[in-house]
């Protein structure tokens, strides 16, 4: 992989997390070197989404075991904080934020007006830089949206929330174009630094980005890692209850 | 004190007798205000030539509220009852006092008490019955105000009844922009604004008036206003008022009489601590394919609020949107949305929404992950909150609402 300063890009160490009174991690533990693409699989509620909230310090989480980034305890810290220093997530079901444009973030994103507009642009979202955030767009639209962020902060660590649900197989090739080369995939792996966490529920990016390494997800643990497609095909093949069947 | 001419005394004469049956009449909302407590203030303040002869507090008050030096078609300046400033400056549109112009223009007589009712309550039979001061705006027919028209109405001393009594006319084809700032100075403690002003908008003609309100929190506010749009008229008013006020009770009213006409309300308060506000919006769709938007909004801050709407259709192929929206930033105090729709025949569109809510913590959450602190994510939210859209709103007041909002962000947060 990568050389980089840091051995590990993001290292999560007997992670617990409750919500509303939920357990709903329980002891997850990960590590994602530099320049490296990882895929989470999972059943629905299984805590994949939570995971990637956690790293990002989503504030209503009670969180106890720690969080590393690029070397860093960030467990404490800020999610604002933690974007600084290279994070960056899309969310599966960004919140629509009335009055506050999607222009607004991007330039808060330190993106300059000119390239904002070219990437809106190239995402099919020329017209949506004026609009309110999220508000009133379609499913394909908002992972466009999500995009088009990311873009914009170029970040180190990009943890993605099932990127490939609800799109059509246009936006899915735009979207897996974008992801590739956020992180820097067409370089060869040595050079990579930029890594990746891809939640996917039936694997559907995978045409387009390729993945390193897969983790599989069960009631709050992380269970299984290996080669994505040898994974993705033995769910396809037995389905989650095989794992289960496989781990017990 | 100009001299009112023999045909205006009688008209005088009559509304005198209307005014003195409604000296006691409490006005239907709000709370009530004991008009004996407050005199006259000062009445006979020296006029300045330009704003830089006020002193430096009164200066930056009068620039808090949009009143400045460049870039304006005419100036209007009241301190308490005297006048200040009256400055034409773009040929075809005019600003004078408003008993200059009833001396001037003998029609002028018909536009008083045309719009507002002089009996409509106390406040307006006060008025009437205490020689108000106030001013005379008019562009003529297709002129249109190269930059807008300020007025500044300001209380200088405690204890003081502002009265006041404006006329605004846009005559046929004509395009107007007003800006009004209103402000108390520092140690302005208990006074009474009484503002009445008629509007009126004849064929073809675009009127936008921009007010923002800077009182203070011994202030009681009562305007009285009301607007009568003609044949392909557009009325917009809009409004913001940001400080803490001891209390404002306004429903002014656009009756559109003209067939396609507009009336368009943009609101926006903050309801701080101590404050009671009661503000509302009215249409009146009297002619044939008239329409109307109303859009409100008010941040709960520990005060009272009530925001009303009204759209009555009375008229065929009319068409009326109310929209009022509220967000509670403390759980003292309470905001109160009350939209009303009247319909009187079956060819007509007539909707509301209202929502109250809180700033919601997903969205915090999700503007931190683009990089925004927790308080600049809450400052955004409440900055997209209250910047409603002004359309029609030159450039330069649509600016002076945002500055406006701007500035009291921090205070909110």
Redesign the interface.
Known sequence: MGRSIYSSMLEVKDLEVIVGGRKILDGVNLRIDPGETCVLLGPNGSGKSTLLQAI?????YQITGTIFFKGEDITQM???ER??RGL??S?QH??A?????LL??ME??HGDGEKIEEMAERMGLGDFLER?LNLGFSGGELKRSEMV?LLT?QPDLVLLDEPDSGVDVENLELIGEVINEILKRSSKPRFRNRSGLIITHMGSIMQYVKPDKGFVMLDGKIVCSGKPEELINQIKKNGYEGCMKCIN | MYKLSLEFSKLDKKLREKALKAVDKKALYGEDVDLDRYGEGEKDLSSITNLNELDENERKALTDVGIQEENRSGSYLQFDNSVLLELQIQEGIEVMSIFKALEKYDWLKDYWWNAVAVDQDKFTAYSQLHEPMGYFIRAKPYIKSEFPVQSCLYIKSGGTVQNVHNIIVAEEGSELDVITGCAVGEKTEDALHIGISEFFVKRDATLSFTMIHSWGEGVAVRPRSAAIIEENGTFFSNYVNMRRTKSIQMYPTAYCVGKNSMARYSTVMVAREGSKIDIGSRSVLKAEGSKTEMISRAIGLGGEAYIRGDIEGEAEDVKGHLECRGLMLKDEGFIFSIPELKASLQNLDLSHEAAIGKIAEDEIFYLMTRGLSAEEATAAIVRGFLNVETKGLPKALDEEMRKTIEASLSSML
């Open positions: 990002v310090g989503n504030p209503t800020p999610t604002n974007i600084k960056g997530i969310f960004p919140p934020v009335r009055g506050v444009k607004d973030v808060e994103m309110d962020q902060l």
